[in-house]
């Protein structure tokens, strides 16, 4: 029978269109472009490949792997048929949070709100999606290192001299000079004289080590090194577009550009140096650490901007090299240069963002007020990684010493991560803002807690004093954005949900479940993710990178079982990865702690069905929790305020039937809020309507699926409250008022070992030094010790004043800590 007229072209068509597939596509039996296989930038979604066993599964997650193509048949009808649906292709576009957003209060001209934007994230490995480099005969190897020669050459100025002739440097030095000679010591004296040139010359040697001396050469060599050795380091390394292009649009402003990035590894820096120069961007200059002076070394960073600070300066003592400091960062700012510094100061060794210092950036908005800068971008960066570089600091968190860093452990660190795998790298920048918008904004609120004060009779802030509050706030503001908009990756969740809710174990299926449900959550308060694809896959690609030392698999007749390793140090490593989904579930967890603080133990023995629990008892112990932890965590930006927070996380548990809805809640909320409106808007200052605060009743559901939330949202935090309940007490069993930090800390350490062999602790990765040395610092602003320092030894002086409601003595702490870390069934 003959076809149509029509059929026949659509049959010809058909066959057109797939003789034309054929002859331009790889063909099945393996790569055909020089051995250079495409990189996945995540594991591959099922739907779109074809998994023989699992064999061929395990290959899919290697670092590279090539793609695996479904048979494709041409079918014309499609091209008939109106497009009513989208055509499923091999990496989809999905909707996603462009960049880290602006706060809305502090900046509100530059933020858009929640809005998200269709993106597909680049892999920077592909040296031919990301450039119009063409494959050439020679392979990769030299097409690489041909993109790296073109690159655009960045100009950097050399500013030795200009800061050497800085008059406040001059200023300095002649004050440094006088200090060092007897008080009456006047210009023209020989002493004074002699004096000058050797604080000339202590201020070149200064200078000659914070220099950075940056080759344009050096630069584009170096760049293609750590491109090679990157691609066999990771299986990708990853940005969002939208965001380069953000960040491409405040460089060409002409404004200086501060890069501000949390700081997890030594990666850092190369990472962002790297991901700047691949898209032509012009690097910053980079503040680093004085340890990292070694041999070659040193030069070889010099080159790539780095100016090596002090980590320590006492801005009284040293006066002299911080003037030179602040000159050369000003100056370089005034001359084009952008500046990279980590504002945490050091990585963090939980896997958290550290409480921020805020010398640098002092520094910055000083530029800024004496008008040596118009004004300058923020960009805060965050660099994810799969697994880290450093392997791990377990050894810092369990009180041994530091190792030191030299260049034969340098290139041992590097033969090592040669050797291993660690899976996907990325890079993510939030939004670009005006310095000159948050310090106004910060500076504002400062201003008004001031007055404040004044107006209630107490002593205000000094000029001095109120300027370091602002710049404190400030940095403590970028760094709690930044967190908060860090996207998680696999390693990240799947070590977090062993941890608080799957301790003792699971199945492949249960853990899978989770995941999904986690990534769903994710979804919703606009937190991007760094993997995709089926939650079984995303699985298995971390237990990969994780390894059996701190994840088991186990088959069993009730199917695959996931177990992490219960030993101090695995425990701390998976909190590591772990710790990073703090950032979400703080809040709840403050909340959930205090719940569980406040109802009885009937409350856990479903002997009721609802228990009610104070608001104003609940905020009291949330900010007792805040500020007990607060050398550990922001919990709080400035613009916010507890009630806020708090209000937020009881409309969650209240969606989640943690907390029962009740029917004169919303009113009474309304009530408080229109009276504290009407009471702060009140101009007469004379006469103020009497106020009486309404004291909320939260009804606390008791179902077995409100308490397993309620005990999965408190796990989150109780590490931290477990250790600082065992420092708590240890200090009621010191003998003596004073004791040495240093000794003392390693008494604490060894009694949590053995509470937890015992079974008293309930979590091994509470044992951590850092937390430790915190508590100290908590527990002397609650008036219940003090620290002295003498000849470099810290001196813990234990305060037996008679205890009060602000200045509670030691065994009060230590009994209201104890409250909130008691264990529950």
């Given amino acids: 029978m003959a076809l149509p007229k029509s059929d026949e072209m659509v049959e010809a068509l058909s066959t057109s269109f797939q003789n034309l597939y054929n002859k331009y596509t790889r063909s099945e039996n393996g790569p055909q472009d020089g051995g250079r296989r495409e990189v996945y930038i995540v594991p591959v979604n099922n739907n779109t490949t074809v998994v023989a066993d699992d064999t061929q599964s395990q290959f899919l997650l290697q670092r590279h792997r090539p793609k695996v193509r479904k048979a494709f048949v041409f079918d014309a009808k499609y091209v008939c048929q109106a497009k009513t649906q989208r055509w499923q292709i091999m990496r989809q576009s999905r909707l996603r949070v462009s960049t880290g957003q602006c706060c809305p209060v502090c900046i509100p ?188 070394i040193s030069k070889l960073l010099s080159f790539l901007g780095a100016f090596y600070i002090k980590r320590h300066v006492d801005t009284k003592k040293d006066q002299l090299y911080w003037s030179v400091l602040s000159s050369y960062i000003k100056n370089s700012m005034k001359n084009g240069h952008h500046i990279e510094f980590f504002l945490e100061g050091a990585r963090t060794r939980s896997g958290k963002c550290c409480v921020p210092k805020a010398g640098l950036l002092s520094i910055i908005v000083e530029a800024y007020r004496e008008k040596v800068i118009e004004d300058a971008w923020i960009v805060p960066v965050s660099m994810n990684y799969d697994r880290i570089l450093e392997g791990n600091f377990v050894r810092e968190q369990l009180g041994q010493p530091k190792k030191k860093e030299t260049f034969f452990a340098a290139i041992s660190t590097f033969i090592k991560a040669i050797c291993s795998h660690y899976g996907i790298m990325r890079v993510d920048f939030n939004e670009p803002y005006r310095l000159r918008d948050l310090y106004e904004s910060i500076d504002k609120l400062t201003q008004l807690e001031n007055e404040s004060l004044q107006k209630n009779g107490m002593e205000m802030m000094s000029t001095t004093i109120r300027y370091k509050n602002t710049v404190d706030r400030m940095a403590k503001h970028i760094v709690y954005d930044c967190w908060k908009s860090t996207p998680i990756m696999s390693t990240h969740a799947v070590c ?35 993997f995709s694809g089926s939650s079984i896959e995303v699985i298995k690609h971390a237990l990969d990178l994780l390894g059996p030392k701190l994840v088991v698999c186990e ?43 406040l109802v009885n133990l009937d409350f856990w023995n479903n002997d009721i069905t609802e228990t009610k629990i104070s608001r104003n008892e609940l905020i009291e112990d949330v900010l007792f929790l805040i500020n007990l932890l607060q050398f550990d965590f922001v919990f709080i930006k400035p613009c916010d305020s507890l009630d806020n927070i708090v209000d937020r996380v009881i409309r969650r548990f209240e969606e989640e039937e943690i907390i029962l809805i009740d029917l004169m809640l919303e009113e009474e909320r309304r009530s408080q809020t229109i009276a504290n409106m009407l009471d702060g808007d009140s101009d007469d200052d004379d006469y103020q309507q009497p106020y009486v605060e309404i004291d909320v009743k939260y009804r606390v559901n008791t179902n077995e699926n409100s308490l397993n939330k309620l005990k999965f949202y408190r796990s989150v935090m109780m590490p931290y409250l477990e250790c600082m309940a065992e420092s708590a007490g240890s200090f009621l069993a010191v003998s003596e008022n004073s004791v040495i930090e240093r000794e003392h800390v390693q008494t604490i350490l060894n009694q949590m070992h053995e509470n937890l062999e015992e079974g008293i602790l309930s979590y091994g990765e509470s044992i951590s030094l850092d937390t430790i040395k915190h508590s100290f610092l908590a527990f002397e602003l609650f008036n219940c010790l003090q620290i002295t320092t003498k000849d470099n030894v810290k001196t813990l002086h234990i305060i037996n004043n008679q205890p009060t409601e602000l200045n509670p003595s030691m065994q009060g702490m230590s009994e209201y800590i104890e409250q909130f870390v008691k264990q529950i069934n």
């Fill in 496 to 530: 977090f949900l062993l941890l608080n809710k799957h301790r003792n174990g699971t199945t492949l299926e249960q853990l899978a479940k989770d995941l999904s449900m986690m990534r769903d959550k994710l979804s919703q308060a606009d937190r991007d993710v760094g």
């Fill in 555 to 597: 088959n069993t007749d009730s199917g695959r079982i996931v177990k992490p390793i219960l030993d101090v140090p695995a425990l701390i490593e998976l909190s590591y990865y772990g710790n990073n989904l703090i950032s979400h579930f703080m809040h709840q967890s403050l909340v959930a702690l205090t719940i569980c603080k």
């Fill in 109 to 296: 001209n530059v933020t858009s709100g929640n809005a998200k934007v269709v993106s597909n994230l680049k892999n920077l490995l592909d040296i031919y999606n990301i450039s119009a480099t063409q494959k050439s005969m020679f392979g990769c190897f030299v097409d690489d290192l041909k993109f790296f020669y073109l690159l655009k050459s960045q100009e950097y100025k050399y500013i030795y001299n200009e800061v050497l002739e800085d008059e406040v440097v001059k200023r300095a030095i002649a004050a440094a000079a006088r200090n060092a000679c007897a008080d009456d010591a006047v210009v023209g004296d020989s002493r004074f004289d002699e004096e000058m040139r050797t604080q000339q010359a202590n201020t070149r040697r200064i200078l000659t080590i914070i220099s950075a001396n940056v080759k344009n050469w050096v630069y584009k060599v170096i760049g293609w090194f750590t491109y090679r050795m990157i691609s066999l380091l990771a299986t990708s390394l990853v940005v969002q577009p939208t965001q380069i292009e953000k960040v491409r649009e405040a460089e060409q402003s002409g404004l200086p550009v501060i890069y501000l990035p949390l700081h997890k590894s030594h990666m850092d820096y190369i990472l962002l140096g790297l991901v700047l120069t691949v898209n032509n961007i012009k690097p910053p200059l980079v503040a680093a650490g004085e340890n990292l002076r070694v041999f070659f």
